[in-house]
């Protein structure tokens, strides 16, 4: 396919937005049904009021999975790959995202990790244990690869927590040398790694400037989006820290908000877009105008 910022984009789970000379599209993987068991830092009663609140569903709530491709500047680069074919069959979807772009695999030129959870890593290799982005370059935040994958991090790992230190260096040893840690900072022209620890210590987030105009693409900030942008301190189950992500939290929300920038992540409801505004003693989630010019 080429390129071209002109490319036409259609089907479920896609949509582009237009920020200065690029475009960044909304892809998503599908969704995990989970539990409000996974709530943290706050009682259960007020986390079922919130989620009701919300219209969201308190017996079975949905994680939204989502991932970003940004074009323009160079080769396709995509910002995280979702599950992949290891998880539930709500999860997945990505590959048929990225088709209805118009893209192939192997078009993808840079793939940048928030973090080494399955649910970012886990499409990176295709069901035959090759990489499912053949040409792309995957680049893994410096903390984040010094925790998954240091020296015996594996055998040191709590028995439920092994499977994702070996999915980790599985990942590296697929990939070898087209890997590459990167520190804060400029990490491609025009986009900026900055740590987020917390959720993990090498959780990043980062940002796309373009012109006048810039996007936080924030990972994993938010989970659960009825509960935590009202109560910033409730954290979920799997946070590695749960104080530091909080405290991560509530930065990132503060700075959002106090600059009114557009944000995007993971577990936003798709297509994940827009911007923080105060709401008391808490936050709002204020979805970004969408228009066919987007």
Avoid at 33 to 40: H, I, P, R
Wanted: glycine share 14%; with cysteine; charged share 20%.
């Amino acid at each position: 396919m080429s390129t071209s910022l002109t490319a036409t984009f259609a089907g479920p789970g896609v949509l582009p937005w237009t920020l200065g000379d690029r475009v960044v599209v909304a892809l998503n993987d599908g969704h995990l049904v989970a539990s409000l068991g996974l709530v943290q830092g706050l009682p259960a009663g007020e986390a079922e009021r919130l989620q009701r609140d919300g219209y969201r569903s308190v017996e079975a709530p949905r994680i939204t999975v989502n991932a970003f491709l940004i074009l323009g500047g160079g080769a396709p680069v995509l910002v995280d790959a979702g599950m992949g074919a290891g998880g539930p069959g709500t999860l997945g979807h990505l590959p048929k995202a990225l088709r209805a772009c118009g893209l192939t695999p192997d078009e993808i030129g840079t793939v940048l990790v928030t973090h080494l959870h399955s649910d970012h890593i886990g499409g990176l290799v295709g069901s035959d244990g090759t990489a499912a982005y053949p040409n792309a370059e995957v680049v893994i935040p410096e903390a984040e690869a010094a925790y998954w994958l240091a020296e015996g991090a594996e055998a040191r790992a709590p028995e439920g927590a092994k499977p994702g230190f070996r999915r980790a260096r599985v990942l590296t040893e697929i990939y070898g040398d087209r890997i590459r840690r990167a520190r804060e900072g400029e990490v491609l022209p025009g986009i900026e790694a900055i740590l987020a620890p917390g959720h993990t210590p090498g959780h990043t987030a980062y940002r796309l400037q373009s012109g006048a105009r810039s996007l936080l693409i924030w990972g994993d900030v938010v989970h659960l989006p009825a509960i935590q942008f009202a109560k910033a301190e409730a954290g979920v189950s799997f946070d590695v820290d749960g104080a530091m992500a909080a405290a991560t939290r509530k930065r990132i929300l503060d700075q959002a908000a106090a600059e009114r920038s557009l944000v995007a992540g993971m577990h936003l409801d798709f297509p994940a877009l827009g911007s923080v505004r105060r709401d008391g003693a808490g936050f709002a989630w204020v979805p970004e105008q969408w228009s066919a010019a987007s």
